[in-house]
């Protein structure tokens, strides 16, 4: 497993907000009213904005990006309905990687030690096969392992191991998955 990713501080610039203004916009107006079988619709929308999409993803209408740029979904990885992406850093979903309904992957905080509290971010990573059970939450530098499966209202703040399943606030193990055969 690749080694936690760091918070580090980011100023967000003017033409970020600018753009993000437009986004929602086209999220608001084109991409939320869509109807639910008009994937290559959204994925379309979502490449105008800079997502990086593979063959045949799934992204829902009512899902929320904050920044479509630093979105990346390998084939055939989902993000289904009602799930919040606060990609103000990199949010990378791997080959058939999955968060379930009412997830929020947070890719940013505020460093609470400076009067100021800055945003701080670092990338989201859910590997080939990885799984995000229901109403989950992903906090910022996480890597939720090739095949792992995070339970239902889970809160996840440190990496989750491949193959493992995990659940609660804070998960714990809860066994093992098999690897998948390849066909």
């Known amino acids: 497993m690749p ?11 003017r033409a970020n907000w600018l753009l993000r203004a437009l986004w929602e916009s086209v999220w608001l107006l084109l991409f ?23 063959r045949r993803t799934r992204v829902y209408g009512s899902v929320k990006i904050w920044a479509p740029w630093n979105l990346q979904m390998a084939d055939h990885s989902c ?11 990199r949010i990378s979903l791997g080959r058939h990687a999955n968060v379930s309904q009412y997830s929020y992957l947070c890719s940013a905080s505020h460093d609470y030690r400076q009067l100021s ?12 096969e990885a799984w995000v059970a229901a109403d989950s939450f992903i906090g ?15 809160t996840v703040t440190g990496d989750v191991a491949p193959w493992s399943v995990v659940a609660g606030s804070p998960p714990r193990q809860l066994g093992a998955r098999a690897p998948f055969e390849r066909g």
């Not at 760091?6 to 100023?11: C, K, P, S, Y």
């Not at 910022?140 to 889970?154: E, F, L």
């Open 3 to 13: 080694a936690r990713a760091t918070l580090h501080e980011i100023h967000i610039s």
């Open 79 to 89: 993000l289904s309905p009602y799930v919040i992406c606060y990609c103000v850093a």
């Open 117 to 128: 509290m800055p945003t701080i971010a670092a990338p989201i990573t859910l590997e080939d």
């Open 140 to 154: 910022p530098g996480v890597t939720i392992g090739r095949g792992a499966v995070v339970g239902a209202r889970s």
């Open 32 to 54: 939320r009213p869509s109807p639910t079988p008009l994937f290559g619709w959204r994925r379309l929308l979502l490449r105008l904005f800079g997502a990086q999409l593979g």
